[in-house]
């Protein structure tokens, strides 16, 4: 009897060791990771425009990544190519800031000021939601909380004693979320349709204008990566081409096929946050950000009502511009719905500043760092 046990103890050693060898992502070379990502993204889309679903460049590359990366496959994203899309992202951006948005900054007040207490309401959901229904330390559950970009938070949490696998999963799962439910929020609730031209095709445009939103972009990102800004990527192209725009020097937004290639970029990257996820990541941290990103959403709609009734807002860029989804990802939804991109870019840098100057200054008082312990 005892050796029967013990062989059959040994099976289901082995079968167990295959299942979780089946989800450890095989041992290949980066180059080999790439071209398989790019692959199966690439198959998302197709996927994504047979069946007729909204945005196939950006949820085919995301949903297919996802899907793959859980089940174990050995995802890789571009580095450089997911700098360039979000230097697209940038001066596509800061090529909606023109003289007659800038005209309009006074009128934005109230609902600018609107996101430091939309921040602060974020936080005081967020730690008690992560510590009573999930068991997080406080330090973990305050910077999987804060609506601000995954690297930094995931920094400043683990200087602060946080756990970085759990925010970097909680915080991937927020910007998935809130980019999947945004969409049908806006289709379901607000009647958007996403059959609007992104922009005009690069054979339409003038060759000048197309070099100067590649010295925007290269140039943009360079002086932001010099100056140690947060987001260089986006926010440097951002600001350069915002200036070549109100002097009158740019005419035009990045064409249809630039913004398609940061679309499928930007996907790829949600999707490659979970490579190497454990099923008991899944079925805890990764479940924990699904439904903290829901409540966000609700949230985001509470201010959007605010920000009509105070301001007078119009409705779908007040909720674009509270939908605390990543910086890229709002602007690409801006973009294809025809929103004033000015506006909800103005929100989400707001937010945004708070989160990334405020959240370590409050937290390292909340939460002292290791050093500081021992």
């Known amino acids: 009897m005892f050796c029967v046990y013990c062989l059959g103890a040994c099976e289901r050693t082995k079968v167990a060791e295959s299942l979780i060898a089946m ?37 085919g590359p995301m949903s297919a990544c996802l899907i793959a990366a859980l089940f174990g496959a050995p995802l890789k994203e571009s580095k450089p190519f997911s700098v360039a899309s979000r230097c697209i992202l940038g001066v596509a951006v800061g090529a909606s800031i023109t003289p007659a948005l800038l005209a309009q900054v006074p009128a934005m007040a109230g609902t600018v000021l609107l996101v430091p207490i939309y921040v602060i309401v974020i936080g005081l959901v967020g730690v008690p939601f992560f510590t009573r229904f999930f068991g997080y330390d406080k330090a973990t559950a305050y910077f999987a909380s804060m609506p601000g970009g995954l690297q930094d938070m995931v920094y400043f949490g683990t200087e602060a004693g946080g756990r970085p696998r759990t925010i970097s999963l909680v915080q991937a799962s927020r910007l998935l979320i809130i980019t999947t439910v945004v969409p049908i929020l806006l289709a379901k609730v607000y009647g958007v349709t996403f059959s609007r031209s992104i922009g005009t095709h690069i054979w339409d445009m003038p060759i000048y204008e197309l070099l100067i939103m590649a010295t925007a972009a290269f140039g943009g990102w360079w002086i932001a990566v010099k100056l140690r800004l947060f987001g260089p990527a986006l926010f440097g192209p ?49 479940l924990a950000g699904i439904f903290f990103a829901m409540l966000l959403a609700v949230l985001a709609t509470v201010f959007t009502v605010i920000a009509h009734m105070i301001g007078g807002a119009p409705t779908i860029e007040s909720f674009l511009s509270f939908a605390p989804g990543g910086q890229a990802e709002m602007a690409v939804l801006a973009l294809v719905t025809g929103a004033d991109v000015g ?23 909340l939460f002292p760092r290791q050093s500081e312990k021992e």
């Open 23 to 59: 989800r450890k992502p095989l041992e290949i070379d980066g180059r080999k990771r790439l071209l398989l990502s790019l692959a199966i993204a690439a198959i998302g889309v197709l996927v994504f425009e047979i069946l007729g679903l909204p945005l196939p460049f950006l949820f």
């Open 238 to 286: 951002f600001l350069l081409s915002a200036a070549l725009a109100v002097l009158g020097i740019l005419h035009f937004r990045p064409p249809a096929e630039a913004i398609l290639f940061a679309q499928f970029f930007v996907g790829i990257g949600i999707g490659v946050h979970y490579v190497g996820t454990t099923w008991r990541e899944l079925s805890h941290d990764v």
């Open 343 to 365: 506006f909800v870019v103005v929100h989400h840098v707001a937010r945004l500043v708070t989160v990334v100057a405020g959240a370590p200054f409050v937290g390292g008082r």
